[in-house]
């Protein structure tokens, strides 16, 4: 690891600076565990307590994630999922945001999607289909994000994954309310089946058939079926 040493003055800040880089520019990979304080003391040139001061700050950007007795890991490569995670919106919202990102991310999986990418989302989605209540809403989110890391472009995956805490929260809230579907196959098999088929506009319709399900389920208008 090779870090500059930190010799002016807002050292918390800078430190900062330095550690965002690092996720930034994927150095430090999504999910993984960053290195510990003592290696990161030494290599900033800086004291304990202002590098936790700088981890306190990303955390609550929702950057890292700090896990007493574990360590700090990496949850998102901008600080857009601590916004979304302290904006409260609700599960109207969080359908709003996804109805404008995963119909495209369908689309462009059906037509750049490769053999590597379909055997993910099929995997995927075989968790899914086994997982219980305690993994299920981690099942989901997992088949998501394969389709849209299929779609191949990095732009919209990394956009589409700061939502996905929200996506985990709201999944969560509503997975034990009466009527709601765990075995949908619209947005889920439909989209893979699409994407086999190299059919792009079919994937796009199943993933905004998903969701118009979902709305109208969740505003009473009509069972999840």
Do not use: C, K
């Amino acid at each position: 690891m090779i870090l500059d040493p930190v010799h002016q003055s807002s050292l918390s800040d800078q430190v900062v600076d330095r550690l965002r880089a690092e996720i930034v520019e994927g150095r430090w990979p999504l999910g993984e565990r960053i290195p510990p304080e003592p290696e990161l003391v030494a290599a900033l040139g800086v004291a304990r307590g202002t590098l936790r001061e700088a981890l306190r700050a990303l955390q609550y950007t929702g950057m890292i994630e700090i896990r007493r007795g574990d360590g700090t890991f990496v949850r998102a490569r901008s600080e857009v999922p601590g916004a979304l995670a302290r904006s409260g919106a609700s599960l109207a919202e969080v359908l709003e945001a996804r109805a404008a990102l995963e119909p495209e991310l369908a689309r462009l999986a059906a037509m750049r999607a490769d053999a590597d990418d379909r055997r993910r989302i099929e995997a995927a989605l075989r968790v899914r289909a086994a997982a219980d209540d305690a993994h299920w809403v981690e099942a989901d989110v997992a088949v998501h994000e394969a389709i849209a890391s299929a779609a191949h472009n990095p732009i919209l995956f990394e956009v589409y994954t700061a939502l996905l805490p929200r996506l985990r929260e709201s999944m969560g809230a509503v997975l034990t309310r009466e009527g709601f579907r765990r075995d949908e196959p619209r947005g889920h098999d439909g989209v893979l089946a699409a994407i086999r088929a190299g059919d792009p506009e079919a994937a796009a319709a199943s993933a905004r058939a998903n969701l118009t399900a979902t709305a109208e389920w969740d505003l009473g208008q009509s069972p999840a079926e």
